[in-house]
């Protein structure tokens, strides 16, 4: 039986893992202070980049003697840019569960043609943490945001290993704690957790890192964008404000403003308490339901950003279809946007809980999801 149209809507219905939902105090005026016409190279802009910087070291807890670059191309670049620097020096191993970790396999095996040994998880699964050859590079994502599936907390990566590890964090970073001793080129981007604007990405290298750019020259042909060192030398200004290419200041300032929100809710453990709170309104939600599922298997796993949900009822023959029924008649209402399954993935949901998200839209959705499944589920029975 369908149920009654719900009578409140969200009031923020943006829901997207990416661009992800403002900052709730995010507001035009607090722009005002970009460095706008002015060269990236100037004294004043320079120091705007620096403290973002900073603020990004103290917020997220990064040490001190870890580096941290804004680069170009979002987390993509910055992944991209820390696998071209540092891979080929000795073994790789590649984990993959969802969709972006496949692409850095594609990219290892297929572009710089390394002789990686590959070990994936299905969706809604992970792989086997203690398996993994940590001597050997390793590249992962931290929360693979198109499966919803994360690093389990408490998970530790040996301290005594030869390997770097390269960890792809752009749905983790701000929302879990990150185990920075243990990680050695981290990245992320602003579109993310901080719900800043796309087009740039952070890239955080470990002393060992640093050790491995310095001492290590790869085969093949490096683009101006990508090199991160220069005869034997980091190009250190890099992570001190003198970016690769041109940074938009106006983009910068939005980073910044994101910064100041977070220091109001608490810093890292409120962002980190929001996430969590968050997530938990989708968690409680399918445990009360019948036809709708975490994709993610092991509760261990679930993450509290991108959290990805499967449809279980029997009567849904067409999973994709169905899916895609829900999230496009949620859109049309006005009471979601944009939370329909990543391309690549199986059929389902995908609802962005992370901190910029307020908890109050999330309990406003929840009789809209009930809404809208039961809707099409008339529609099934109608038509047969």
């Known amino acids: 039986m369908v149920t009654d149209t719900p009578a409140a809507r969200p009031v923020n219905p943006r829901f997207s893992s990416g661009p992800c939902a403002k900052p709730p105090a995010f507001s035009f005026d607090g722009l005002k202070e970009a460095w706008l016409g002015r060269s990236h190279r100037a004294a004043e ?37 820390a696998m071209w620097n540092l891979l080929g020096a000795r073994q790789v191993e590649m984990l993959a569960w969802e969709s972006f970790g496949a692409g850095w396999v594609t990219d290892v095996v297929k572009q710089l043609k390394l002789d990686a040994k590959v070990t994936t998880a299905d969706y809604g699964q992970i792989v ?105 030398k980091l190009i250190s200004g890099i992570f001190e404000g003198a970016t690769i290419n041109t940074p938009s200041m106006l983009c910068v300032e939005d980073y910044l403003q994101a910064l100041n929100w977070t220091e109001s809710v608490g810093g890292l453990d409120g962002l980190i308490a929001r996430a969590d709170r968050n997530a938990k309104v989708l968690w409680d939600f399918c445990e009360s339901r019948d036809w709708i599922a975490n994709l993610a298997e092991d509760p261990m796993t679930w993450s509290n950003t991108s959290v990805c949900l499967k449809f279980t009822d029997s009567r849904i023959a067409d999973g994709a279809a169905f899916a895609k029924a829900v999230a496009k008649r949620l859109e049309a209402e006005g009471a979601a946007y944009d939370i329909g399954a990543y391309r690549d993935a199986p059929p389902g949901l995908r609802i962005w809980c992370g901190a910029t998200v307020e908890t109050s839209d999330l309990d406003a959705l929840l009789p809209w999801l009930d809404w809208a499944f039961a809707t099409e589920i008339a529609a099934l029975d109608q038509a047969a």
Request: charged share 20%.
């Open 128 to 232: 086997d943490l203690t398996a993994v050859d940590w001597n050997a590079d390793v590249v992962f994502t931290w929360n693979g945001t198109t499966s919803g599936v994360r690093v389990p907390n408490g998970f530790d990566i040996p301290a005594e290993r030869e390997g770097l590890t390269i960890c792809d964090a752009t749905s983790a970073a701000f929302a879990q704690r990150l185990p920075w001793n243990r990680l050695d080129a981290v990245t992320y981007s602003w579109q993310k957790v901080l719900g800043g604007e796309a087009a740039h990405g952070m890239l955080i290298l470990s002393p060992r890192a640093v050790q491995r750019l310095e001492t290590y020259t790869p085969s093949w042909p490096l683009p101006k964008i990508f090199r991160l060192s220069k005869g034997g």
């Open 45 to 81: 802009v320079k120091a705007k980049l620096k403290d973002a910087i900073e603020r990004t070291r103290a917020i997220l807890g990064v040490p001190e003697d870890y580096l941290i670059g804004i680069v170009p191309a979002s987390d993509t670049g910055a992944v991209e840019m």
